[in-house]
């Protein structure tokens, strides 16, 4: 139901590139140790690799881009989390996935935010949690992704990391073009 609402408000592209299949997702989740949520699943079937507004950019598993792959966008920001929180415990609280509660990040902003699922045992209950690396300030959201991103575009929630003008820019999924 979430993607059909968000379908209405972002368009989906004409051409999509690392959308995967059935057998890909199933390397993936194995390579996950995990099943990543069906709405996730859905999206990037849908949309493909890329950013909303050209500001929020989601990682696909199956992404060449090194800056969009989900596995390598998701270790790098999980090796700085994990840096700063060895640094700076107190400010860095959360674990990282496959612990409980662990933060597994499935996108990055343009200002350097880590959109995070704040993971489970069931990946249908993952919550989101926008992460500021530059001041450690952290946003928890009880949405699935495609409910988080529709409640952004449609002002129905407001994250503060985000820039005021996000909406002035067209409802539109930029592609991140495959090498």
Partial sequence: MSL???KMILSVPDKIYGAGDISKWKEAEKELGSKFPSDYKEFISTYGTGGVCGFLWIYSPFSSNENLNFFM????????YFTSKQKFPDDFPRSLFPEEGGLLPWGVTDNGDVLNWITSDTPEKWS?????????DAYEYKNSLTEFLYDVLSENITCHLFPDDLLDIEFEYIVGKED
């Fill in 128 to 136: 989101i949690l926008v992460y500021d690396g530059r001041s450690g």
């Fill in 4 to 6: 059909e609402k968000l």
């Fill in 73 to 80: 966008g998701a270790k790098e920001d999980n090796n700085a």
